[in-house]
């Protein structure tokens, strides 16, 4: 009887969170599906924090998998059947550690052993690093005397008809003045670069990078850029990756009308299998919105291939088996990993990664 009072008083509070959040039906109910850590200092390690769930069935449910979206976070939970009517716990952890300053947001993906039950967690944090010296805030050389704080510049979604910049930051670590150009990959994706003439020593100075998507072109997806440094005439050993997520304009974000992507699952384990061949599986995806869910871009990395084409559409409470195949390593004992990219007109999330996994034997 208390277990089933708690669990009143737990579908009570949670019902609210899951219509205000669209979040698809599924027997488990979390009690909040985000939490923001606010302002973390990278000093303090680690922080974590629990979500609470239900097993609203009658059936037993038993998590497979939690998969993140990046290495800093990881999550500690049961793989024990929670029987019909229990609560459950999984508890993520953040770490700090040499994370980009400021804002950041994390994934948390959810996968039971049936694979009929799905939930997605979003954490979020302000990172307040550790003071640090100009060699420990540049730690990747460049060329020369030239280092970067990072090798890598993330736009995060741009909007048709818009433009967009970010800046990396450079520092001279010598004790002469060093001449600087660049060179690029070019502008296949709108990407422009301005570079300083030369920086001083012991100066910091910065690239500024700008994308410009172009308005009413069928320009969508991934988009992937290089550049690199060149300091006193020597190119730079490492470049420096560029990527954008090219996605259509939201004008009215709190519009109604909308179509809402459900993937199941959204990540494919092949299991183990022979080297050297390619396997396939189906998995269903469905629009839950009230409007048409349209395909923009559909990209299927190298090793990965899919049946779903761009321009595609589903239609408002239809679903549609999607074909994915993945060619297994020809190695033994060895983990080959995929990913399917899909970009849709999705509002709350407009670009999906279907990730595969295969292992040989």
Not at 13 to 31: K, N
Not at 61 to 78: E, H, K, L, P
Not at 236 to 253: C, G, M, Y
Not at 283 to 299: C, K, Q, S
Request: contains cysteine; hydrophobic residues 35%; negative net charge.
């Amino acid at each position: 009887m208390k277990t089933r009072a708690l669990l009143t008083i737990f579908l009570t509070l949670t019902t609210g969170v899951m219509q205000a959040q669209d979040e698809p039906t599924s027997a488990l109910v979390f009690d909040s599906y985000e939490w923001d850590f606010g302002t973390i200092d990278e000093a303090d390690g680690p922080v974590s924090h629990t979500f609470h769930f239900a097993n609203i069935s009658d059936a037993p449910i038993q998590i497979d998998n939690v998969a993140t979206s990046c290495g800093c976070t990881y999550a500690d939970y049961s793989t024990q059947p929670i029987q019909g009517g229990e609560e459950g716990e999984i508890t993520v952890i953040l770490n700090p550690s040499r994370q980009p300053e400021g804002r950041i947001f994390r994934e948390v993906e959810i996968l039971t052993k049936d694979r009929k039950n799905y939930a997605c967690l979003s954490i979020f944090a302000d990172i307040k690093p550790i003071p640090m010296g100009l060699e420990q805030i540049y730690p990747h050389l460049l060329a020369g005397t030239v280092k970067t704080n990072t090798l890598r510049c993330n736009f995060g979604y741009v909007a048709q008809g818009e433009t967009t910049t970010k800046v990396v930051n450079l520092a001279n670590v010598g004790d002469k003045p060093v001449k600087l150009s660049v060179q690029s990959t070019g502008n296949r994706y709108g990407m422009t670069v301005q570079c300083p003439e030369a920086i001083d020593p012991q100066e910091v100075t910065s690239l500024r990078i700008t994308y410009t998507i172009p308005k009413g072109k069928n320009y969508f997806g991934m988009a992937r850029d290089t550049l690199w440094l060149v300091a006193n005439g020597a190119k730079s050993s490492q470049p420096i990756a560029i990527t954008a997520l090219r996605v259509e304009e939201f004008s009215d974000k709190d519009n109604k009308t909308k179509p809402v992507m459900r993937i199941e699952p959204s990540y494919v384990e092949f299991g183990i299998k022979a080297p050297g061949k390619t396997f396939k599986k189906n998995i269903t995806i469905g629009n839950t919105g009230n409007t048409d869910l349209i395909f923009h871009d559909v990209e299927a990395c190298e090793g990965t291939t899919t049946n779903l084409k761009n321009g595609q559409k589903i239609r408002p409470g239809e679903e549609i088996k999607v074909m994915v195949t993945i060619t297994n390593s020809t190695k033994a004992n060895e983990t080959t990993m995929g990913s399917i990219n899909l970009t849709t007109n999705d509002p709350v999330r407009p670009f999906r990664e279907l990730r595969l996994q295969i292992d040989t034997k």
